[in-house]
């Protein structure tokens, strides 16, 4: 016990000395506010954890490791097991600080594990007294049916294709951030996009032939070379970029013109070849908006492919 207090007083006297007017109001606080508690400092807890507060950390500089969302979802995750009384009294609109990103798809890998995080923790402290929830499928002839209800965390059901709209309701008026829905569509989209989708970047995939012309069809053992262009289409630095190459059916990377280690193409730090797949990922730097190219040329990274199987093969873009 006496090494951890000597840690705890040494990280907050070195935030005192360098972070001053910054640190009882950082995520920072909030975790040696989660300490204090654990040493049974009641009082100093509850007076540093007073310090955070959630909103969308517009003043605070934003990278790929510190996002209001990561933020806001730790503070979750921290007062639900050390000061779940506080858990109870947050708003749905200061919740909204952790839905709003993901709804804005405005997350990363780190961010949306730190959310998960938060959201079990809600769930878990929910689950202690659960309201009656119900789930109900109005029908196109306005008829309604009750699909499910129930007094659990989390109800599923399927509906049907008559559905024109879903009811979800609650016994009782829930406090805090309330209950939450989500329906899932599975299938494929019945018409292709008909214009290139971008958001920041702008990707675009050559499939050629030995010449470096385009082709549309190759046979069995013939190699065509892949080549991808990826460009930033903002002035923001754009980092931590995961590019994911997915072959055409039947096609797999040969061995010799990609491997799976550090990349020797500027602006790509790793590849990640697979079955069917290449992964590149870009390094985290906050550079300039800039083009990459990764193509088959011995000056470069290449993604060729073969068929795998004993057809011509017309190749779909």
């Not at 840690?7 to 972070?19: A, G, M, P, S, V």
């Not at 969308?56 to 490791?65: C, H, L, P």
């Not at 008559?162 to 009782?172: K, Q, W």
Request: net charge neutral; hydrophobic share 35%.
């Amino acid at each position: 016990m006496l090494s951890q207090q000597t840690t705890f007083l040494n990280l907050r006297d070195w935030l005192e000395k360098h972070e001053h007017d910054r640190w009882q109001k950082d995520i920072a606080g909030v975790y040696l506010a989660g300490a204090l508690h654990l040493l049974h400092k009641d009082a100093e807890a509850e007076h540093l954890i007073d310090s955070y507060k959630m909103d969308n950390r517009d003043t605070i500089e934003r990278d790929d490791f510190c996002q209001p969302l990561g933020m806001n979802s730790q503070y979750i995750a921290v007062i639900a097991r050390e000061f779940p009384a506080r858990l109870r009294k947050i708003s749905a609109e200061q919740f909204q600080h952790i839905l709003k990103p993901i709804g804005d798809g405005d997350f990363n890998t780190l961010s949306s594990a730190y959310a998960v995080r938060a959201l079990k923790a809600y769930s878990h402290a929910i689950a202690q007294n659960p309201p009656e929830l119900t789930i109900t499928e109005v029908r196109k002839d306005k008829k309604e049916a009750r699909l499910t209800s129930g007094m659990k965390p989390l109800l599923r059901s399927e509906f049907s294709g008559n559905a024109s709209a879903l009811r979800f309701s609650s016994s009782r008026k829930l406090s805090g951030p309330g209950a939450f829905f989500q329906v899932v569509e599975a299938g494929f989209d019945g018409h292709p996009p008909t214009e290139s989708l971008t958001n920041g970047l702008e990707i675009y995939r050559e499939i050629l032939g030995k010449n470096n012309e385009a082709v549309t069809s190759t046979r069995v053992g013939e190699q065509i070379h892949v080549r991808l262009h990826v460009r930033s289409l903002q002035r923001e630095p754009i980092t931590n970029v995961a590019i994911i190459d997915l072959l055409p059916g039947g096609f797999e990377v040969v061995d010799s013109s990609a491997r799976t280690g550090a990349s020797s193409v500027n602006g790509v730090d790793y590849v990640d070849v697979r079955e069917d797949r290449a992964y590149s990922l870009s390094p985290r730097r906050r550079t300039p908006s800039r083009s990459i190219t990764k193509s088959n040329h011995a000056t470069a990274a290449s993604s060729s492919c073969r068929l795998c199987s004993r057809s011509p093969c017309t190749i779909a873009m």
